[in-house]
């Protein structure tokens, strides 16, 4: 739920603003200084180019002119919408007394006697839609309503409803509302692969709860990965989007709706030439199956997938970085099933390149459950293929994965290494490794820690400090440590000092 309060203007923006005036003056005073004409000198020199290359062919097909907004937001605005929500949060006292006076004495000790009580406080917050048929229903952005208790929508002859959430996705963020009205305008859907980054597009929506505001701008670049949806290959573009536009239709010059308007990358809390919308067809399948159904499925292959770096890519023998590389392997997941395993790396789904492990995510939590795919896969310093019936999302899953003295390697990684106990092996739930007790030098330098606890050296199971050595012997210049710390599985590239 997107707050409808402005956030503050920070320092930085008049810091620019000064950088502006004072840019402006230098070149208003560059401008001056050849004001007056300089006197004439004859030139006979011959002008030589000082690249001999081939004229470069030219552009072709180049509009005259920007595309008619004016008849899109005519012909499509009135079906945009502007939503309002409210709800309750948990707060405690400490959180409702203002930061200015949080550390103040007085405060102080009446919050002894309530500390760590919690109240619900009453929020509000704001954000857009689009009406896709004529009988009430709206798609937006999940995060717009998600936790709301009320939801009003406001069209743009000012009729106001009460909205009913028929259901919301937090993977993709998408969400479908209805409103109780018939005869409502509606938008047209276009296809999104014919996108091309330079085109013109539009958005419409309420920033900061200014209705049916336009903005405009360009493309900037197509499936665009980010860190907390990793499903979704964003639209990146450069149009302006704030606080409001969320859940906002993002039109192409056809007047057709190619996105959904969701984040935006800012460290101001404003637009800062970064904005993000989902491809209206990931919308759409999403809304399908919760207007259907009430409730979306994602498949899942049941794995866990790091990039592959450099490093990583000459430890697993890989010419040039790419694809994504295994680190952890759920139990009796599809994956699992299928053969894969930690250090394996994924290099195709279905003939189709993963040239990062960002494309992985996409390719498989957008296709539907039970779909059968083939996968690319390098393993052990080979290339094969591999088999895998993707599963639900929504299924649970489970991760797989005497005392002696320590001992440190000698194969220059500058790791103290020794055996797990069995109450080791069961506290961190796995059937073999080796407990890091001592770092120094190339571990150390890599992030690794004492307590981690080392699974695999190049993906092959460790379980005493012989076969590290071994492994070793085989290494070249860099070697890749499966290290798990806590739950979590990770790949750790190392040079052999």
């Known amino acids: 739920m997107q707050s409808s309060k402005p956030k503050a203007s920070s320092k930085l923006w008049a810091a620019l603003a000064a950088v502006g005036i004072i840019a402006g003056a230098g070149t208003m005073a560059y401008q001056f200084s050849y004001a007056e004409q300089a006197p004439q000198v004859e030139m006979n020199h011959k002008v030589v180019p000082l690249f001999n290359n081939p004229p470069a062919a030219p552009v072709t097909n180049v509009a005259a002119s920007a595309p ?42 009446f919050q002894q006697f309530n500390n760590g009580q919690q109240q619900e406080v009453p929020t509000e917050g704001l954000g857009s839609g689009f009406i896709i048929s004529s009988d009430g229903l709206i798609l937006t952005n999940a995060h717009v309503v998600k936790g709301a208790s009320s939801v009003r929508v406001t069209l743009t002859d000012h009729r106001t409803y009460k909205a009913k959430v028929l259901g919301y996705d937090t993977k993709t963020d998408i969400a479908v509302i209805k409103i109780p009205a018939t005869n409502l305008p509606t938008v047209r859907l276009g296809n999104p692969s014919n996108l091309e ?60 709706v190619v996105g959904i308007n969701s984040q935006i990358f800012t460290q101001t809390g404003a637009f800062e030439g970064l904005s993000f919308a989902i491809p209206i067809n990931v919308a759409e399948r999403v809304a399908k199956q919760i207007i259907e159904h009430g ?138 490794g080796l407990l890091v007790e001592g770092v120094s030098g190339p571990a150390e330098q890599a992030g690794i820690q004492p307590g981690d606890i080392l699974i695999a050296v190049d993906g092959k199971s460790v379980n005493s400090i012989d076969q590290v050595r071994n492994i070793l012997k085989s290494a070249g210049k860099s070697v890749a440590l499966l290290i798990q710390r806590g739950n979590n599985r990770i790949f750790v590239p190392v040079q052999i000092g």
């Open 68 to 109: 008619n907004f004016a008849a899109i937001v005519k012909a499509y605005g009135p079906a945009v919408v502007h939503i309002n929500v409210k709800g309750e949060t948990k707060e405690t006292v400490q959180q409702q007394i203002p930061k200015q006076f949080q550390n103040d004495p007085f405060f102080r000790f």
């Open 197 to 256: 980054p330079g085109d013109w597009v539009l958005a419409i929506g309420s920033p900061y709860g200014f209705y049916n505001t336009v903005t405009a701008g360009i493309v900037s670049a197509k499936s665009r990965s980010l860190p907390d949806d990793s499903m979704v290959p964003f639209i990146q573009t450069d149009v302006a989007v704030n606080p409001g536009n969320s859940g906002g239709p993002l039109f192409n010059t056809k007047g057709e």
């Open 295 to 432: 409730k979306v499925e994602h498949a899942r292959l049941g794995i866990a997938v790091q990039t592959v770096t450099q490093s990583l890519a000459n430890s697993f023998g890989l010419q040039t970085p790419r694809g994504a590389l295994v680190a952890q392997v759920e139990k009796d997941s599809p994956a699992s099933k299928a053969g894969l395993q930690p250090g394996d790396i994924i290099l195709s789904v279905n003939g189709q390149p993963v040239n990062d492990s960002a494309d992985l995510p996409m390719m498989i939590g957008l296709s539907e459950p039970g779909t059968k795919v083939t996968l690319g896969v390098w393993h052990d310093h080979k290339q094969q293929t591999i088999t895998a019936v993707l599963g639900n999302f929504s299924d649970n899953v489970t991760l797989a994965s005497a005392t002696p003295g320590a001992h440190g390697d000698h194969g220059g990684l500058g790791l103290v290494v020794r055996p797990l106990n069995a109450n080791e092996e069961q506290q961190a739930g796995v059937s073999h």
